[in-house]
């Protein structure tokens, strides 16, 4: 009986799990999940990091509707 053998690096199985993976709806659904939730994440990051960086306005400035950012 003849017996192929082949040398398998890492790369070769991260390639193969990747492939095998990517063929599945759980994967492609995971990735998708993770995809929204980082968009949504860095959506309340940036408009955290923009409250926190524009200076609010006096009362004066509310009362007669003038923007703090003039």
Request: no cysteine.
């Amino acid at each position: 009986m003849h017996r192929l053998a082949y040398n398998v690096t890492i790369d070769d199985a991260v390639d193969v799990g990747f492939r095998m993976a990517g063929r599945t709806q759980a994967f492609r659904r995971q990735i998708r999940l993770i995809v929204i939730e980082a968009g949504i994440f860095g959506g309340v990051a940036f408009a955290a990091a923009w409250i926190f960086y524009t200076p609010a306005p006096s009362a004066g400035d509310f009362l007669i509707g003038r923007r703090a950012w003039n």
